[in-house]
């Protein structure tokens, strides 16, 4: 699976750049550095480095790196967090879906099976489609956790981006509430338009910066199922 690859490949040139000092690993906060130290197989480490590559300017990847167990529980959360995301790319192919650390990270925009019509915020049509598809996974994977973000591009006054992101975000979450997925699950932010994915001067890249993004994280349960079944 292309994760899979994708995976590997961050393994691999992560633990070269940290063999050798590299500026990533300097630039790490404490929280970080502790992941990338407790790391089983430098899985982290590809979080760190994603991380830097967003210029800290990923909230969704900076709750994946916050969640971190690390050592050998944290490859027992990563093995399962491969099996769902292999499960997210089957049923969802146009979902940008990453592989980070011990967790996933999800961005759905226009283009990718999540959308609102201009100045909207329910969810309908195709991104109904896609949030069942989703719903029915989670249900697979009780035991992660999901934030919700919502993001806008940079039309329109401030404040107002702010309202709608917020209202996008929470749709999307209420939607998967009401698909039977428990409520305790989620958390749900917005950030307007303040973390831009792509450059707001082009038609292309304010369509990529209108999404919603998700990190699925391990839940309390899990982490402790793992610490459980890594003993010894």
Same mark, same amino acid.
């Given at each position: 699976?292309?994760?899979?690859?994708?995976?590997?490949?961050?393994?691999?040139?992560?633990?070269?750049?940290?063999?050798?000092?590299?500026?990533?690993?300097?630039?790490?906060?404490? /929280?970080?550095?502790?992941?990338?130290? *407790? !790391?089983?197989? #430098? @899985? +982290?480490? =590809? %979080?760190?480095? &994603?991380?830097?590559? $967003? /210029?800290?300017?990923?909230?969704?990847? *900076? !709750?994946?790196? #916050? @969640? +971190?167990? =690390? %050592?050998?529980? &944290?490859?027992?959360? $990563?093995?399962?967090?491969?099996?769902?995301?292999?499960?997210?790319?089957?049923?969802?192919? =146009?979902?940008?879906?990453?592989?980070?650390?011990?967790?996933?990270?999800?961005?759905?925009?226009?283009?990718?099976?999540?959308?609102?019509?201009?100045?909207?915020?329910?969810?309908?049509?195709?991104?109904?489609?896609?949030?069942?598809?989703?719903?029915?996974?989670?249900?697979?994977?009780?035991?992660?956790?999901?934030?919700?973000?919502?993001?806008?591009?940079?039309?329109?006054?401030?404040?107002?981006?702010?309202?709608?992101?917020?209202?996008?975000?929470?749709?999307?979450?209420?939607?998967?509430?009401?698909?039977?997925?428990?409520?305790?699950?989620?958390?749900?932010?917005?950030?307007?338009?303040?973390?831009?994915?792509?450059?707001?001067?082009?038609?292309?890249?304010?369509?990529?910066?209108?999404?919603?993004?998700?990190?699925?994280?391990?839940?309390?349960?899990?982490?402790?199922?793992?610490?459980?079944?890594?003993?010894?």
């Amino acid at each position: 699976m292309k994760n899979i690859a994708r995976k590997s490949v961050y393994v691999l040139l992560c633990m070269a750049l940290v063999t050798s000092g590299c500026s990533v690993t300097r630039n790490a906060n404490n /929280k970080q550095k502790g992941a990338v130290i *407790g !790391a089983s197989g #430098g @899985a +982290v480490i =590809g %979080g760190v480095l &994603g991380n830097n590559i $967003g /210029k800290g300017n990923n909230t969704a990847l *900076g !709750a994946i790196i #916050g @969640a +971190v167990v =690390g %050592g050998v529980a &944290g490859g027992y959360i $990563g093995d399962r967090m491969d099996r769902q995301a292999e499960r997210i790319e089957e049923e969802i192919p =146009g979902a940008e879906v990453t592989r980070v650390g011990e967790g996933i990270n999800v961005t759905f925009t226009e283009d990718a099976g999540v959308y609102f019509d201009t100045n909207k915020s329910n969810v309908k049509g195709t991104s109904a489609a896609t949030l069942d598809k989703l719903a029915g996974i989670f249900k697979e994977y009780p035991k992660s956790n999901i934030l919700v973000e919502g993001h806008t591009d940079s039309a329109g006054p401030e404040d107002y981006n702010m309202k709608l992101s917020q209202q996008r975000a929470e749709s999307v979450t209420n939607y998967l509430i009401a698909q039977g997925i428990s409520a305790t699950r989620f958390t749900t932010k917005w950030y307007g338009e303040n973390q831009p994915k792509a450059d707001n001067a082009t038609a292309e890249g304010k369509s990529k910066n209108r999404r919603v993004e998700l990190a699925i994280v391990a839940s309390e349960e899990l982490k402790e199922e793992a610490q459980q079944n890594t003993k010894g």
